[in-house]
């Protein structure tokens, strides 16, 4: 079975610009989670989508956005790019929240340079 | 607020060692904690987890971990290291409701032949 697919796996930007990253997750998984990974550091959650509907947001501006569509992939788009927001963006998938014992299955990530 | 504390940025042991990777939480209710391992320019791949139950939890590549709630402390160990153990090593802790996992800085793990 297919792992949690992400693409594009680089993406070259300028500050300003606006970015789309897509996640397929595992076939069976309705949640997706989107983390931002900045060098050197461990990943910091961004948002939860669960039956295609927010569930869980973290400490990021409103540049950040998301999405999850009616298969269960999801967009995560990012406006108004900073330096800041280079970094490797992880996507996870899972059966659902609040089912611990069903682990998340992270993608390889998209990695993001803002020059 | 939970939270996820790595102890050491960086850990070096010889190939044939014991490895410990120091964890430690902050949950005001029973965490459901998790061990994490990257490999360079890849996702994460889980080792273990807690959830409840047994307190040592066994994972694969032969590591381990103990959940001692008196310590609030979740330390990974490995009873001898192999070369391809090197790797960056995350412990994490769900928020309860699920919604959200939080991450520790990472632990970077060199193991010298």
């Known amino acids: 079975d297919a792992g949690v697919t992400q693409s594009p796996t680089h993406l070259i930007k300028t500050r300003g610009q606006q970015v789309t990253l897509r996640c397929s997750p595992i076939?069976?998984?309705?949640?997706v989670s989107w983390y931002q990974q900045v060098l050197g550091q461990g990943p910091q959650f961004i948002f939860q989508?669960?039956?295609?509907?927010?569930?869980g947001r973290g400490n990021f501006p409103d540049r950040f956005s998301a999405r999850q569509f009616p298969n269960y992939s999801s967009e995560l788009n990012v406006n108004a790019l900073l330096l800041g927001d280079s970094a490797l963006y992880l996507c996870?998938?899972?059966?659902?929240?609040?089912?611990?014992?069903?682990?998340?299955?992270f993608g390889d990530g998209t990695r993001l340079s803002i020059l | 607020a939970q939270s996820v504390t790595q102890l050491g940025s960086h850990v070096s042991v010889s190939e044939g060692a014991l490895v410990l990777l120091r964890c430690n939480y902050s949950?005001?209710?029973?965490?459901?904690l998790f061990w994490y391992v990257q490999y360079p320019n890849q996702g994460l791949q889980l080792l273990l987890k807690?959830?409840?139950?047994?307190?040592l939890v066994k994972g694969i590549n032969g590591f381990e971990a103990e959940f001692k709630k008196s310590e609030t402390s979740f330390h990974l160990t490995k009873p001898s290291a192999h070369m391809s153990d090197a790797a960056e090593y995350f412990c994490?802790?769900?928020?309860?409701?699920?919604?959200?996992?939080?991450f520790g800085a990472g632990t970077r793990l060199f193991v010298k032949a």
């Open positions: 076939s069976g998984h309705k949640s």
């Open positions: 807690y959830t409840t139950g047994a307190t």
């Open positions: 949950s005001s209710v029973p965490p459901y």
């Open positions: 989508y669960y039956e295609k509907e927010e569930r």
């Open positions: 996870a998938s899972s059966l659902g929240p609040g089912q611990p014992n069903q682990p998340q299955h």
């Open positions: 994490a802790v769900i928020v309860t409701g699920g919604f959200k996992t939080i």
